[in-house]
């Protein structure tokens, strides 16, 4: 079974930056796109960055486009965001998965971003 496991997350003022990665379990990550998704109280997780498979090609939402940057490295199963010029807009709970449709199980229990004076 698939298990991603994500990480980074944490406090930060209004500018900083923070670096968020997703531990993957399993034999299919560098088979796959995969993404970051956001999530607030109350509303519909996002998808914010998409990298495919090789890493060759990546999006990102309006946005985040600019400040956010999505990269892997498959040989560790890991995908990272970097995420700079940080808002109080981004605070949100981030979340990894397959991208652009997620998977359902393979949901993990994401990191906490709070960015606030």
């Known amino acids: 079974q698939v298990q991603l496991v994500e990480s980074g997350g944490g406090l930060v003022q209004p500018g900083g930056s923070l670096r968020l990665s997703c531990a993957a379990s399993?034999?299919?990550?560098?088979?796959?796109?995969m993404g970051w998704y956001r999530q607030v109280p109350g509303k519909q997780r996002e998808l914010v960055a998409t990298i495919t498979s090789s890493g060759g090609n990546t999006y990102y939402a309006g946005s985040v486009k600019g400040r956010f940057t999505i990269s892997r490295d498959n040989a560790k199963n890991t995908v990272y965001l970097e995420m700079n010029s940080l808002k109080p807009e981004d605070t949100a709970v981030y979340y990894c998965?397959?991208?652009?449709?997620?998977?359902?199980?393979?949901w993990g229990q994401g990191t906490q971003v709070t960015v606030s004076s």
């Open positions: 998965n397959r991208a652009p449709m997620a998977v359902a199980g393979y």
């Open positions: 399993g034999s299919i990550f560098s088979r796959n796109a």
